[in-house]
């Protein structure tokens, strides 16, 4: 019977954090910004690729952004594939514009220890668990016209699985392509 009424105790929980939500919002002119304490962002590396959905050119590639660490992690495992790539150089191709383009991303999520710790949230003061992790994210392509992005992806990620093996808890999840439309 004391589970019909675990609902009325947990909507009283977050009843209070409702309310912190929103004087967090009706407060937010009298916060400080926090904009130019932190320091620069680490410079975004250049990468090119070819895209899945959309039909180029054999000399032709696209550019992406990511975080030079984040390449460094995966890149080389990544460029093992036979049927998917990230290059760095651009070498002998062209590159072409694609208005509303977004390449496909791998994203790992490595938790050594399998160690996590409680923070306190600054905008509903609720408890939550919070996880000590590496998490990287790094944009690919196909390596020819054929390949398809999800067949791609199941072999980058059983690749990056074996390398890290040692991690107690490791995630690798696909971000999809987007081509978005452009109105006339």
């Keep these: 019977m004391g589970a019909r009424y675990s609902d009325i105790k947990r909507a009283?929980?977050?009843?209070?954090?409702?309310?912190?939500?929103?004087?967090?919002?009706?407060t937010s002119a009298t916060r400080p910004s926090r904009i130019g304490t932190q320091g620069p962002r680490d410079l975004s590396k250049?990468?090119?690729?070819?895209?899945?959905?959309?039909?180029?050119?054999?000399?032709?590639?696209?550019?992406?952004r990511c975080n030079p660490e984040h390449y460094n992690q995966l890149g080389a495992t990544i460029n093992a594939s036979s049927i998917a790539a990230v290059d760095d150089a651009i070498g002998a191709n062209t590159i072409v514009g694609i208005p509303k383009f977004s390449p496909a991303r791998v994203v790992l999520f490595r938790n050594a220890t399998r160690s996590v710790t409680v923070a306190t949230s600054d905008v509903t003061g609720l408890q939550y668990l919070k996880y000590n992790r590496d998490r990287y994210s790094v944009p690919f392509g196909a390596t020819a016209d054929i390949d398809d992005m999800m067949d791609s992806f199941l072999d980058v990620k059983a690749r990056l699985l074996t390398v890290n093996a040692a991690a107690a808890v490791k995630r690798v999840?696909?971000?999809?392509?987007?081509?978005g439309v452009e109105a006339v």
Excluded at 46 to 64: G, N, S
Excluded at 173 to 179: F, G, N, Q, T, Y
């Design 173 to 179: 999840s696909l971000v999809r392509e987007k081509v």
């Design 12 to 26: 009283a929980k977050l009843q209070a954090g409702l309310t912190n939500y929103i004087n967090y919002l009706q």
């Design 46 to 64: 250049i990468v090119y690729l070819k895209p899945f959905t959309i039909d180029v050119a054999a000399d032709e590639v696209v550019t992406a």
